[in-house]
């Protein structure tokens, strides 16, 4: 058998000191096939981004590994290509010097006029030929997504990876950009693993979808192989018999397994009042106090800590 | 259509350095001469601009008005008019400076013509001066006059009350030892004697309140100085300062004129020159030759001289410009790399905070009596030191006379405005945004790289805000560093001009406010202008 | 056009605009910046100070703290044959500090009436905000040389204070200070002595009168305050002297006590002289002790009332001198007879009489002295006491021909019996811990005056025919005859301060 482009075995992620530990992720097991388009499938807060991060090796793994063709991933590398919910571009550069970064440090032997033609056929394959020299702030939302995955794509990365890439956007714009990034796709197939908590979006663009069950302790559940034809098309599958019923069978189990979860968090103990001693220097502009909703979360879903954690290990490298 | 684009390409353009440069009051002034929305434009010109001015005016006409009318002991409060005529003493003083470096260093012809138009000039200047004085001593002799005859009246009351009181005080006494005896007597009750001094003693105080209101009247007179002759006392002092100045100026053409200096040293080399060449003796000869040696250098050391100025408010505003540049630039030299460092790393955030929280609210006067005894020890010959040397043989920079007092006061500027950029840098590098830090990671920037390409860039917004904050409380430190130093610059003007305790020296004072004040707007606007100009935010809130 | 960032805007520019006209455009000729445009090499010439501006430091002031010690050079030959030539200085650019006193006027004068350019000197005064400073300017070499209070180079000498061994070879002035009281102060004197009612009270007025109002002070508890100059200056022992002769406590002097207010009934503390009439006003002090022109601006803003001056306390006093660091005399000795030379013209051009003994030049010296960068004070302030009269009142002005002396009298030799006077007093007053024999303050005395210096120069200015031989006492022992011109009569001999100290009934007698 070969080896998947992509492999989570056994990871479990958790947050927090002992005894008041919080498992984000657990059990995580999946095997992603070369050039195969998974969409990961999740209500919102219940540890999509972490998984995400996970795959992208920014957030190492509590227990467990993950491995690219066989090798552990360890660190965020540009062969593992992300594109982020909120774009994640640098503002101070143009379309041009966002990807020209990404360029200059993925393919250093590039000489400056192979780069241009380089940096310009990948503005060119995400329509945002003449924008070159615009600053971020000054495109649209459906324009900046654009951006990131062309710098994403520049990087030439083995897998992509969408963190709800479209999740941001207006239903228009989001239809359009689904059609973009299929395009892309299929001129240049590679293995995506998509995140998102759009049905649709999932059964139009995956192979395979997968839920991931609300967390806390969120793990993958069903997995729902989606059969229907290629290239498809979003005005007649509406019709489609099959796209309905996949849909409808998704949407099913979701709402199931989050009525599932529901019962079981009333259960679950109450913690400690939050003790956490406040950080004074933080690394957030935000004041931040400690609450028993950080810790565990009737109704929000949040994930506590996750993000200044990250920050703060970025910072001190 | 072409036409159509161009003019609104200009009007764009006008309107982006507008705003840009931070005057953006003047955004409706552009868009109403461009035609668009006169009356929208013209409300608005109204509002922001029309009605800013009146307020203005109004400030300036209640100033006048409040002004004279607030009087102490100490001084008046100078009004406006005042205020614009301590700008013009001050420009003369410049201007007269001016004229001597010149003079001093003109030579041949112009020299000569310049005497001719000197000599002239200190003629009609003379005469006018002497009639002035004239004048003046006419309008005084008749306000003293005046004073006579208004005083004549209220001292012979004063002195005939006196003498009546005098008087009465003598005839109270009589009473009261003639009542101590009735008392002995038994004719009268000691309580009666008691009513009575007590009531003598309040009548003493009464007369005593008299005698003081005539008192001050007297006062009030003799303050009093009539408009007139103070015109004249200021008309005739102009005059005569300006006939000394006149004259200095002669002098600095003549006997004190550097090239006649160099001649004449020349001269003394050449005669001894001559006696060197006649001399016999082997004395003789040492001597004319250490006489030619000397006058040689003489003379070349006279050619480099330059007029000594003496400071005048301009020269004072370009030094404190400077001072605050170093000391500016000190700051941020340190406070930089330091912020970056305490931005990265927790530990030297830690190791710091207890540096910067102690050090931060120490007031500069502190510091600078602490710089003085500290950089002053690096300089035990400061004309001598290479370090002001240097500095002094620049082209501009060596005009403004670098002394330690200058390098103390960058210093104590330098440390009161480390803070603000320090403490902003750390803040702007420690919360650059996740998503660039993942940027980075994704992209595997090494250290260095990810610094100058996604750390610094991103917080320098709030790096530029830090400075900004930086040079406006330098500006504010150095002007108590320079009253308290004695180092030139618009402090010591300000400090100079309260030791003058002259009728000049609230003007001055509020001049140098307003001087302060404007200088300070400038460098606040220039570094907003960087600011704007590194910032990317752009009132996006996400990008 | 957003309404919150509009509205301060317009105000700021419109000044902006209205006043950048007139600063900027001498501005820009003051650096001759139309004439040399700034090139890039200057900007870099400008950075790298900066950039090194540590290093530099660092290392310069190790090896000039290390010590490299300049040889006093061979000294000047006295009065060997001088010739009418300028004089080989070793430098010809010097900076004398001074404070804004009309006494500086020796100073000021020979630079503008250009008699230190006659001896080939180029030379910058500067104004100091204190005396402090000023000996502090000196000390570090910031300044070459200063007018100084006749204390201060004694005081630095001995160690009291900043210690530093300063030399002073001319006497810059005689009397020229005076003791004002506040008008309530004043009213209470005039109370208690009924012969001050008068528009034209007799002089000398002494402290007895208020020797009432101390009291009543301490009566309820409190010291009446008064101001003066400097620990060790003239205006400090003046006003001792005039209090102590009254019978009134100033204070002493001891090693834990550096404020002098132990059994003080009057209680004298520091005050800058620009801030005496305010203080004066404020009622922060009662009176004060000071020099000109601020005893005249109390009247001129009938704020106070002088009571007396100086010369009432002890006729024709010591007052200033020019003083520089003994290392710098030994240094620069031709330049520092240079500096005397055109000191001594200029003090005698200062006490230059007519036929009829008016004083000639001096109103030209006080338009002088009026300008803002020395004095600065306006002229008729000025004027009062320097041609020759004092307001005591606005009704009381009198004719005080020598309420300055800057040259008649021999006055601006050195006399080693001022020093000795001063050191009395320091010792009076207890700023001198321990009693001293008599030998130490001739010693000390003759190591702060250096009257061979001003002799070398005086020989030179009479050979070229400045000065004539009566001006200068050529053969003295540098002692000034016994004199008993003091407000109570004591007799004082610069030879014999022991005996002078144990006359006083206030004070330390040994």
Not at chain 1, 81 to 93: A, D, E, V
Not at chain 1, 126 to 139: A, F, I, M, Q, T
Not at chain 2, 161 to 190: C, D, F, G, M, P
Not at chain 3, 244 to 261: N, V
Request: net charge negative.
């Amino acid at each position: 058998m070969t080896t998947p482009a992509m492999e989570i075995d056994a990871v479990d992620i958790g947050f927090g000191p002992p005894g008041q530990r919080t498992e984000v992720l657990s059990d995580i097991n999946l095997k992603v096939e070369k050039n195969e388009f998974v969409a990961i499938i999740g209500f919102s807060g219940s540890g999509k981004s972490t998984l995400m991060n996970l795959l992208a090796g920014i957030q190492p793994a509590s227990s467990g590994e993950v491995r690219m063709n066989g090798t552990p991933v360890r660190e965020p590398g540009p062969e593992l290509g992300i594109l982020f919910q909120n774009y994640s571009l640098l503002p101070w550069l143009s379309v041009y010097g966002n990807i020209d970064l990404a360029v200059k440090q993925v393919f250093p032997a590039k000489t400056a006029a192979e780069r241009k033609d380089y940096i310009q056929r990948y503005i060119d394959m995400v329509s945002l030929s003449g924008s070159e020299w615009k600053k971020p702030s000054e495109l649209s939302g459906g324009m900046r997504q654009r951006l990131s995955l062309a710098r994403t794509l520049s990087m030439q990365p083995e897998v992509l990876l969408l963190d709800e890439p479209l999740s941001a956007l207006d239903a228009l714009t989001r239809a359009n950009l689904q059609d973009e990034i299929i395009r892309i796709w299929e001129e240049d197939r590679r293995t995506v693993i998509m995140i998102t908590n759009d049905v649709d979006e999932a059964v139009l663009m995956a192979d395979r979808i997968i839920a991931l069950t609300p967390g806390p302790k969120a793990t993958l559940g069903k997995s729902f192989p989606v059969t229907l034809d290629r290239p498809r098309d979003r005005t007649t599958l509406n019709f489609n018999p099959e796209f309905i019923a996949l849909r409808n069978e998704v949407t099913k189990y979701m709402i199931g397994i989050n009525e599932e979860a529901k019962k079981l968090r009333v259960s679950a103990d109450l913690p400690l009042p939050g003790l956490m001693p406040i950080d004074f220097n933080s690394h957030d502009r935000k004041p931040r106090v400690a609450q028993t909703s950080d810790l565990i979360a009737p109704g929000s879903q949040q994930v506590p800590e996750v993000e200044e954690r990250e920050l703060v290990g970025a910072a001190d490298e | 259509m072409s036409e159509q684009t161009r003019i609104e390409k200009i009007k764009y353009g006008l309107l982006k350095t507008i705003d840009v440069s931070g005057f953006k009051v003047f955004d409706p002034v552009v868009r109403l001469i461009f035609g668009e929305e006169p009356q929208k434009q013209v409300k608005d010109i109204t509002r922001f601009m029309l009605m800013p001015i009146v307020f203005v005016c109004c400030c300036l006409v209640a100033w006048n008005f409040i002004a004279p009318r607030h009087k102490t002991k100490s001084g008046e409060v100078p009004t406006p008019a005042q205020v614009w005529n301590a700008l013009t003493i001050n420009d003369t003083l410049y201007d007269r400076e001016n004229e001597k470096e010149s003079d001093f260093a003109l030579s041949d012809d112009q020299r000569e013509a310049k005497i001719e138009e000197v000599k002239t000039l200190i003629e009609t200047k003379e005469s006018e001066s002497t009639k002035l004085k004239e004048e003046l001593a006419t309008i005084e002799a008749s306000a003293k006059q005046k004073k006579a005859e208004a005083l004549a009246p209220l001292q012979a009351e004063y002195s005939e009350l006196k003498t009546t009181h005098k008087e009465a005080r003598a005839k109270r006494k009589i009473e009261a030892e003639s009542l101590a005896e009735a008392v002995t007597k038994k004719k009268a009750t000691t309580e009666e004697l008691l009513t009575f001094l007590r009531d003598s003693s309040r009548l003493k105080e009464d007369e005593k309140e008299k005698e003081q209101i005539i008192k001050d009247q007297i006062a009030e007179i003799n303050n009093e100085k009539p408009k007139s002759l103070q015109a004249a006392q200021m008309a005739s002092d102009s005059a005569a300062t300006e006939v000394q100045h006149l004259k200095k100026r002669l002098d600095y053409l003549s006997s004190g004129n550097r090239s006649l200096k160099v001649a004449k040293a020349k001269d003394s080399a050449s005669s001894a020159l001559t006696e060197l060449e006649s001399a016999k003796s082997p004395a003789e000869i040492l001597a004319a030759a250490n006489t030619v040696v000397k006058n040689e250098e003489r003379a070349s050391k006279i050619a480099k001289q330059e007029y000594p100025r003496a400071s005048t408010i301009w020269f004072q505003m370009w030094r404190s410009l400077f001072t605050v540049f170093i000391g500016f630039v000190l700051a941020a030299v340190v406070a930089i790399p330091i912020g970056i460092m305490c931005g990265l790393n927790r530990v030297a955030m830690a190791c710091l905070t207890p540096i910067i929280s102690i050090f931060k609210p120490v007031s500069p006067v502190v510091w600078l009596l602490i710089f003085q005894i500290v950089v002053g020890a690096f300089f035990p010959n400061p004309e001598t030191h290479p370090f002001f040397v240097f500095l002094n043989s620049l082209p501009i920079i060596g005009r403004l006379n670098a002394n330690p007092a200058l390098i103390f006061s960058a210093c104590t500027v330098a440390m009161c405005a480390l803070w603000p950029a320090l403490v902003n840098t750390a803040l702007g590098v420690s919360s650059v945004e996740k998503d660039h830090m993942n940027v980075a990671k994704v992209l595997r920037l090494g250290l260095w790289s990810r610094l100058t390409k996604i750390i610094i860039p991103s917080s320098l917004p709030l790096m530029f805000a830090g400075l900004r904050i930086s040079l406006g409380v330098g500006w504010m430190v150095l002007i108590a560093a320079e009253a308290l130093s004695s180092s030139e610059g618009l402090g010591k003007f300000v400090w100079d001009e309260y030791q003058n305790g002259s009728s000049l020296t609230f003007s001055n004072i509020l001049l140098a406010c307003f001087v302060i004040g404007i200088i300070g707007f400038i460098l606040d606007r220039i570094m907003i202008v960087l600011q704007r100009a590194v910032s990317f935010d752009d009132g996006a809130a996400t990008v | 056009m957003a309404i919150a960032s509009g509205v301060p805007f317009p105000r700021e520019a419109n000044c902006f605009s209205r006043s950048n006209k007139r600063t900027s455009i001498p501005q820009l000729s003051e650096l001759k910046l139309h004439s040399k445009p700034v090139k890039r090499k200057d900007i870099k010439n400008l950075l790298f100070p900066i950039l090194s501006f540590a290093v530099a430091l660092f290392v310069m002031g190790l090896s000039e703290a290390s010590g490299v010690v300049t040889d006093p050079t061979t000294p000047a030959q006295p009065l060997a044959k001088p010739t009418p030539e300028q004089l080989d200085v070793e430098k010809d650019e010097l900076k004398f500090g001074f404070i804004k006193l009309t006494d500086c006027a020796p100073i000021v004068i020979a630079k503008e009436k250009g008699f230190f350019e006659a001896e080939g000197l180029q030379v910058e005064v500067i104004a100091q905000p204190n005396w402090k400073q000023l000996l502090d300017n000196v000390i570090n070499g910031e300044l070459d040389g200063a007018h100084m209070l006749s204390g201060q180079p004694i005081a630095a000498t001995i160690g009291f204070g900043t210690k530093a061994h300063i030399v002073t070879a001319y006497t810059l002035d005689l009397n020229g200070n005076g003791i004002t009281v506040s008008n309530d102060v004043w009213a209470a004197m005039v109370e208690n002595d009924p012969s001050l009612d008068t528009p034209t009270p007799q002089h000398p007025i002494s402290a007895a009168p208020l020797k009432p109002v101390v009291q009543e002070k301490l009566d309820s508890g409190e010291k009446l305050q008064m101001g003066m100059v400097f620990p060790v200056s003239t205006h400090n022992y003046e006003i001792r002297y005039w209090l102590a002769s009254a019978g009134i406590h100033p204070g002493m002097y001891t090693s834990e006590d550096i404020k002098g207010f132990t059994e003080a009934q009057v209680e004298l503390s520091v005050t800058p002289p620009p801030q005496m009439p305010s203080a004066l006003e404020s009622g922060t002090i009662s009176g004060y002790c000071v020099g000109e022109p601020w005893n005249q601006q109390a009247v001129a803003k009938s704020i106070g009332v002088p009571v007396t001056t100086n010369y009432d306390i002890w006729k024709n006093n010591p007052e200033k001198v020019f003083g520089v660091t003994k290392a710098w005399a030994d240094e620069n000795p031709n330049t520092h007879i240079a500096v005397v030379k055109a000191l001594i013209r200029a003090g005698k051009w200062l006490d230059e009489t007519d036929g009829a003994g008016n004083l000639v030049n001096r109103e030209e010296a006080c338009r002088l002295l009026a300008k803002p960068n020395y004095v600065g004070a306006d002229f008729d302030v000025i004027k009062n006491s320097m041609t020759g009269f004092f307001y005591f009142q606005k009704s009381d002005k009198r004719a005080m021909p020598d309420f300055n002396v800057f040259f008649k009298y021999q006055s601006s030799y050195p006399w080693y019996s001022d020093g000795v006077w001063f050191l009395t007093q320091m010792r009076r007053w207890g700023q001198i811990t321990e009693p001293k024999p008599a030998q130490w303050y001739d010693e000390t005395a003759k190591s702060v005056y250096l009257p061979l210096v001003y002799l070398d120069a005086a020989k030179r200015l009479m050979d070229e025919g400045h000065i004539a031989e009566t001006d200068i006492p050529w053969d003295t022992d540098g002692y000034r005859p016994a004199t008993s011109d003091f407000i109570d009569g004591i007799e004082y001999d610069g030879k014999k301060p022991l005996e002078y100290l144990k006359k006083h009934a206030i004070g330390h007698q040994n």
